[in-house]
């Protein structure tokens, strides 16, 4: 683990990561559904904003790699050793709140479209070019 966060300290490891974990080149969007409404963001703003505000550490028993923002975990890497295919060789979590805290903080515009669409940045051009 403590390879693996020297590894995530350099940002374009980092961004290849959230675009693999994330995205897997095959998602535009980062939707977070959260009381009863979804609220999109551009999948580089989202990305960009992880990379430039997350701050790479190990825990405290060096076995995670946890990513924080201004000290409050929003995500962290873990191995798991079970052979028996319940879990992955890495599980990779993210904290939900602080991750659509951090996003709505740093991606200012947004712009509902209705009830229970919101959308973000980059993000509004193309829901208003797209008939909902």
């Given at each position: 683990?403590?390879?693996?966060?020297?590894?995530?300290?350099?940002?374009?490891?980092?961004f290849n990561?959230?675009?693999?974990?994330?995205?897997?080149?095959?998602?535009?969007?980062?939707?977070?559904?959260?009381?009863?409404?979804?609220?999109?963001?551009?999948?580089?703003?989202?990305?960009?904003?992880?990379?430039?505000?997350?701050?790479?550490?190990?825990?405290?028993?060096?076995?995670?790699?946890?990513?924080?923002?201004?000290?409050?975990?929003?995500?962290?890497?873990?191995?798991?050793?079970?052979?028996?295919?319940?879990?992955?060789?890495?599980?990779?979590?993210?904290?939900?709140?602080?991750?659509?805290?951090?996003?709505?903080?740093?991606?200012?515009?947004?712009?509902?479209f209705n009830?229970?669409?919101?959308?973000?940045?980059?993000t509004i051009?193309?829901?208003?070019?797209?008939?909902?």
């Amino acid at each position: 683990m403590i390879k693996l966060k020297e590894f995530l300290l350099n940002e374009e490891n980092r961004f290849n990561f959230f675009n693999k974990s994330f995205f897997d080149e095959r998602v535009d969007f980062f939707v977070i559904y959260d009381d009863e409404a979804f609220y999109a963001f551009d999948k580089e703003e989202t990305i960009n904003t992880f990379v430039k505000h997350l701050e790479v550490d190990n825990n405290s028993t060096f076995q995670k790699v946890v990513f924080k923002y201004h000290d409050k975990l929003v995500a962290e890497l873990e191995c798991r050793t079970t052979d028996d295919g319940k879990y992955p060789a890495i599980l990779f979590n993210m904290l939900k709140r602080q991750a659509f805290n951090l996003l709505i903080e740093k991606i200012k515009l947004n712009k509902k479209f209705n009830p229970v669409l919101c959308v973000y940045g980059k993000t509004i051009e193309y829901f208003e070019n797209y008939p909902l």
